[in-house]
């Protein structure tokens, strides 16, 4: 079935930003196109609407982190793709990352796993995820993250208002990420996908590149 011009497709996994940089390409569709548009069922589609079907969301899962957060009084900041959606146009991921203040981290993830979410610990993060959302959620426990909390500014992401790390640590998240040779290849794809989303869109930060970086540029 196909309502102006979308088709239900349109909103699979193909459009995940995992999947794009995994082929090597670019999204067809960015969120911006759609707002504004009616999705197959004839609702009208907002940035959360979308976010929603795409992750298969039952609930809310990002209004209930952010629920959290202000409960346990955790400062915080987005970063990863989530928070390069907030200085280019957006495309959508399944995954979202952000900084807990280190001393809120404890409250925060006692908290998470009252209300019902799956914790997952690694050396340095430990996942969230809950039954009715594809949707994963990582908190970063390195402390290298911690100064990007001060610099952070409220931003609109796909229809939320939240705290977002600034142009330049976002930049730099995605530099070390993608300079982590541990990381699988597909995450590093993604990875440098979303620094070339922040480039094209501010180019001003090239040359804040490390060369191995920038020569993907030429």
């Known amino acids: 079935m196909q309502r102006n011009g979308l088709k239900k497709s349109d909103f699979s996994d193909f459009y995940c930003a995992e999947n794009y940089a995994s082929m090597g390409i670019m999204p067809r569709l960015s969120v911006l196109s759609l707002q504004g548009n009616k999705d197959w069922e004839g609702n009208k589609i907002t940035g959360k609407t979308f976010l929603k079907k795409v992750t298969n969301g039952e609930i809310d899962i990002i209004q209930l982190l952010l629920c959290l957060l202000e409960e346990t009084g955790s400062a915080y900041c987005v970063i990863g793709g989530l928070a390069v959606n907030a200085y280019a146009e957006p495309v959508v991921s399944l995954d979202l990352d952000l900084v807990v203040v280190s001393d809120r981290i404890e409250a925060f993830y006692k908290s998470a796993q009252s209300r ?3 914790v997952q610990e690694f050396e340095h993060s430990f996942n969230l995820s809950i039954t009715g959302s594809d949707l994963r959620i990582r908190v970063e426990t390195d402390p290298r ?5 001060s610099r ?3 931003r609109e992401v796909l229809g939320y ?3 977002v ?3 330049q640590d ?5 530099i070390w990420a993608f300079s982590d040779e541990t990381r699988r290849k597909r995450k590093r794809q993604k990875d440098l996908a979303d620094i070339m989303r922040l480039v ?3 180019p001003e930060l090239k040359s804040e590149l ?5 020569a993907q540029f030429n």
Do not use: N
């Not at 976002?170 to 995605?174: A, D, E, F, S």
């Open 145 to 149: 993250y911690q100064d990007f909390i």
């Open 170 to 174: 976002v930049l730099r998240g995605k």
């Open 152 to 154: 952070s500014q409220r």
């Open 116 to 118: 019902g979410m799956k």
């Open 210 to 214: 490390p060369p191995e970086i920038a």
């Open 161 to 163: 208002e939240m705290t």
């Open 165 to 167: 790390a600034c142009l």
């Open 200 to 202: 094209e869109t501010h």
